[in-house]
């Protein structure tokens, strides 16, 4: 049985592309680096992601954290985590990563990566926080 889509011949009233969100700001391109780890995808995080855990604290900075270390980690953790997960045809995977917050302080932080179409609709990871969409 072949329903007819009802919105086929609907014109698009505004589409937001994934190459506009990483000019905007709204996700931060990661694919470079994320190809140094192993991902054969494009790779991003949302601004949330970068400003608030890629980004290090002033305080950490001084003991060498940066921001490409800090992605590095983030990166590692969900490449090992999608190595390990069982395919169950879902788009979404959630992961832990752990930040220097303070010379003293770690911080558990979970994360979701959610895999969907890029722009030219091939297969494109954005990281987010678990409330994000």
Not at 6 to 20: G, H, K, L, N
Not at 50 to 71: D, M, Y
Request: with cysteine; proline share 7%.
């Amino acid at each position: 049985m072949n329903e007819k889509n009802p919105f086929e011949d609907m014109p698009v009233i505004f589409s937001y592309t994934r190459a506009q969100a990483i000019e905007d700001g709204v996700l931060v391109d990661l694919t470079e680096w994320a190809k140094e780890t192993g991902f054969k995808i494009p790779v991003a995080c949302t601004a949330t992601v970068w400003h608030q855990h890629i980004v290090p604290p002033n305080v950490t900075k001084e003991l060498g954290q940066s921001e490409r270390g800090r992605a590095h980690d983030m990166l590692w953790m969900l490449y090992n985590t999608i190595r390990r997960s069982e395919p169950a045809g879902e788009n979404q995977l959630l992961f832990t990563v752990i930040f220097l917050q303070t010379p003293n302080k770690h911080e558990t932080v979970q994360l979701k990566a959610i895999c969907g179409p890029s722009d030219k609709g091939e297969a494109a990871l954005t990281v987010m926080l678990p409330n994000e969409d």
